[in-house]
């Protein structure tokens, strides 16, 4: 049985999830649920990263604290209530995450030891002095040429100057085992860009860096070295083999390592696609198979932060929206691998446009006419198109074999748009065959009950195609066309044209996409 891992990037816990953390965590959502449906193994991997400075600076803020004095039991206790309001958060958001890891668990803290051990037995490991800027925000150390203005690039936040006895990783010693590995596997990084710019950054900049703090910081106790903590980002990314059993777990670790894909956001990219592969080529360890890395979001144009008060808390919005219309709207609007804006403005014109007229309306009208002209009973659709001519049958396999591709090249937009023309395809199908005038001569009525079988497979297929991203509405339509077990049919079966429940009665569909106050 073919087999599919996949992991969002571990998020920190010294605030709530927003919309950016929401956004990848869908497309790995729908992704993971695709691979599901076409009865691969499946699993997917999400979590929080917990042994931060961030965190801990949180918590102490939380508890009124200068961050000096707070107790590790405090930042524990910290860490654990916010992990499970992202836990929660996921739930409410219908992530169908197998595991969801915390890097304060015991099992993370074996792997992340024998992950150590491996790479100082290859003889990677060396201490050293660290004299420079390290940026909490990014929880990362910055050489002077890449500070703006004294400042982070990426945050505003002031940097530390830090002088302090380190352990080193020899990063740059992967230069050009890094390059070669990018020249052989071109599809390592994606999208083209980011590759581009990876492989600038390793050619051109990639030095030693530090893999541990002193132990006063918060952290993993540094194997071999208790006056040390492990540096949270080679603690962090560790996360997506541990999660799989490394360390604990070795049939569980082979069965989903290396991950099929990694999802992470571009300004990551460098921990992910430099760092993280050297550090996997250290401790002899497989690669991951694709790190995928998508853009940045806007809010109304404007970048999102506590300062500018427009932090878009995803609950909020599903609770307003619903989750499956916030799922389909993020999916839609921005072009995974772009960066992109929301507003609610756009969502609500999507949600007019592509779900109220679109496909909420095809499901109503069709379930309207099945009730009106043949007592709600599905007969069986037209075959290869029949005297509909519009090839409706050849439409489906065609959308079916777009939406793959897409799925597959991690473009939840256009498979979308592939569903989006597919319910265009049903519209035009009912404009021209008029289901309304065929009702009034008896002598159309095998053409009329064709063209009524034939709404309602357009109608699965619509469904079952949006099934991975907008689950919840999948699910009403399908049961409502008396296909309520359709998860427990192969996918290859239920992509056959006619393999509708033919002779069952449609249900009640409740209104899917009322009117917005
Ligand atoms: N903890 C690290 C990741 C460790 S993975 C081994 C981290 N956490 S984070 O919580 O700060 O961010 C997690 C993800 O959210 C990143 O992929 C980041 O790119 C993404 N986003 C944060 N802000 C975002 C937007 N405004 N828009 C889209 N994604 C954004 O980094």
């Not at 300004?267 to 690669?287: E, R, T, V």
């Not at 995974?336 to 679109?358: C, H, N, V």
């Not at 239920?494 to 249900?507: E, R």
Request: hydrophobic share 40%; charged share 20%; with cysteine.
């Amino acid at each position: 049985m073919p087999r599919f891992s996949i992991t969002t990037p571990i998020y920190y816990v010294n605030d709530r999830p927003h919309i950016g953390h929401a956004y990848t965590t869908f497309v790995a959502d729908a992704l993971a649920r695709w691979h599901r449906m076409q009865g691969d193994a499946t699993f997917f991997v999400t979590g929080t990263d917990e042994n931060s400075q961030k965190n801990s600076e949180a918590a102490a803020r939380k508890l009124g604290k200068p961050h000096d004095q707070i107790t590790h039991e405090e930042i524990q206790a910290y860490v654990d209530g916010m992990s499970a309001t992202w836990r929660q958060a996921f739930d409410t958001l219908g992530i169908t995450y197998d595991r969801f890891i915390r890097t304060t668990e015991s099992d993370h803290l074996a792997g992340v030891n024998q992950l150590i051990n491996a790479v100082r037995d290859a003889g990677d490991i060396y201490l050293g002095t660290y004299a420079g800027w390290y940026c909490v925000e990014c929880e990362a150390f910055l050489p002077e040429k890449e500070l703006s203005g004294g400042m982070c690039p990426y945050h505003t936040r002031a940097v530390e100057k830090l002088e302090e006895q380190n352990y080193f990783f020899k990063l740059s010693a992967y230069r050009d085992k890094l390059l070669a590995y990018y020249d052989a596997h071109p599809d390592f990084v994606q999208p083209v860009s980011r590759r581009n710019e990876i492989i600038a950054y390793v050619r051109d900049c990639l030095e030693d860096v530090s893999i541990s703090r002193p132990k006063k910081i918060w952290g993993i106790p540094f194997p071999g070295d208790r006056e040390h903590v492990v540096y949270v980002w080679f603690d962090a990314l560790a996360n997506y083999m541990t999660a799989m059993g490394y360390g604990t777990d070795d049939v569980r670790y082979r069965t989903w390592w290396p991950a099929n894909v990694q999802l992470v956001g571009k300004d990551i990219l460098k921990f992910h696609c430099a760092l993280w592969p050297a550090m996997l080529m250290s401790a002899g360890l497989p690669l991951p198979e694709r790190v995928f890395a998508h853009g940045f979001f806007t809010i109304g144009g404007e970048k999102m932060s506590k300062s500018r008060g427009n932090v878009v808390n995803p609950v909020h919005m599903a609770e307003r929206y619903g989750v499956d219309v916030l799922r389909y709207f993020l999916m839609r609007e921005i072009p995974f691998g772009s960066d992109g804006d929301f507003s609610e403005e756009r969502l609500k014109e999507r949600y007019a446009s592509d779900l109220q007229k679109g496909i909420g309306n095809l499901a109503a009208r069709t379930l309207t006419m099945m009730r009106k002209y043949n007592d709600a009973i599905i007969p069986p659709p037209h075959l290869g198109g029949g005297r509909g001519g519009v090839g409706c049958e050849a439409a489906v396999a065609t959308t079916w074999r777009s939406y793959a591709i897409a799925m597959d090249a991690l473009l939840p937009h256009e498979a979308l748009d592939a569903i989006g023309s597919l319910v265009r395809t049903a519209d035009q199908y009912i404009e021209s065959e008029k289901p309304w005038v065929l009702a009034k001569d008896a002598s159309q009525r095998a053409h009329l009950l064709a063209t009524l079988g034939t709404c309602c497979e357009l109608l699965r297929h619509v469904a079952l195609l949006l099934a991975p991203i907008m689950p919840d509405t999948a699910h009403a339509i399908l049961t409502a066309l008396g296909q309520p077990d359709w998860r427990s049919h192969a996918l290859t079966d239920l992509q056959q044209w006619g393999s509708g429940a033919i002779g069952a009665t449609v249900g009640d569909l409740p209104h899917l996409f009322p009117a917005m106050e």
